[in-house]
């Protein structure tokens, strides 16, 4: 199993929930939402083969916490892993929005040196995303729960980005809509953990098996095949981004 968007960090035990993710041999991309954090977790990721610390600047903490700009370009050197990154226009106020268009373009600018594993978040604000993708031309973008609109889902789709789907969206009837549109070929499984919970409890990496379970209904696959195929669909993405 594969959880390509984990908040790790956030967890009352980090440590633990790596350790198990590790010892699984579940493929687990830690996403953080600020480079301070990215920074503090470093040393504790060392070593660890399945469970890949990404470097990330969450935008709905524009213009409440500074972006160290020099801090991320630093990180940087050390990973290919990207995220939480993006845009979230939830928030109302147009310069913060503003801040989050300007952050993001300043993080593009220094990760346009080398192709990576780049997570990104998108609420409400999908369609200014995706210009700012095209005009960077960021390739195999990875959109973490997509919720926009369909016809924008074709043309991220057309233009060869992935979308990794969590629990809470395979129990929305919108969420659903948006899975059985993507092609088998585009589906990653995360978690968003401990941010989604199941049942009240944080989803951990293992939970992916939930996603397994419900796109091998709708591929009419077997487990095992599904799960392969989020598998591949991953191992092609970052044979892409290590080759390129
Ligand atoms: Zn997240």
Not at 32 to 56: D, I, M
Request: glycine share 4%.
């Amino acid at each position: 199993m594969i959880d390509v968007h984990c908040h790790i960090d956030q967890f009352s035990k980090p440590f633990e929930i790596a350790k198990k993710a590790e010892d699984k041999g579940i493929i687990t991309v830690a996403v953080t939402s600020l480079p301070e954090h990215f920074n503090l977790a470093y040393p504790h990721f060392v070593g660890f083969k399945h469970v890949r610390l990404a470097l990330g600047y969450h935008p709905m903490l524009s213009g409440n916490k500074k972006f160290e700009e020099n801090l991320f370009r630093t990180l940087a050197i050390k990973t290919s892993y990207i995220g939480e990154i993006g845009l979230d226009f939830s928030e109302k106020d147009a310069s913060k929005r503003q801040m989050q268009i300007d952050t993001l373009q300043r993080i593009f600018n220094i990760i346009k040196d080398r192709p990576r594993f780049i997570s990104l978040h998108s609420r409400r604000a999908e369609k200014s995303l995706f210009d700012l993708v095209n005009e960077n031309k960021l390739k195999k973008a990875v959109f973490h729960w997509y919720n926009g609109p369909l016809n924008l889902l074709d043309k991220l789709i057309n233009a060869g980005h992935y979308f990794s789907i969590n629990p809470a969206m395979i129990k929305s009837k919108n969420g659903q809509k948006i899975i059985e549109r993507i092609p088998s070929d585009r589906v990653l499984t995360e978690t968003d953990g401990p941010y989604v919970k199941i049942k009240g409890i944080p989803a951990q990496p293992e939970d992916t098996k939930l996603i397994i379970e419900y796109l091998k209904v709708i591929w009419a696959k077997s487990f095992e095949d599904t799960d392969n195929i989020i598998r591949k669909n991953f191992k092609i993405l970052i044979s892409y981004i290590e080759n390129t």
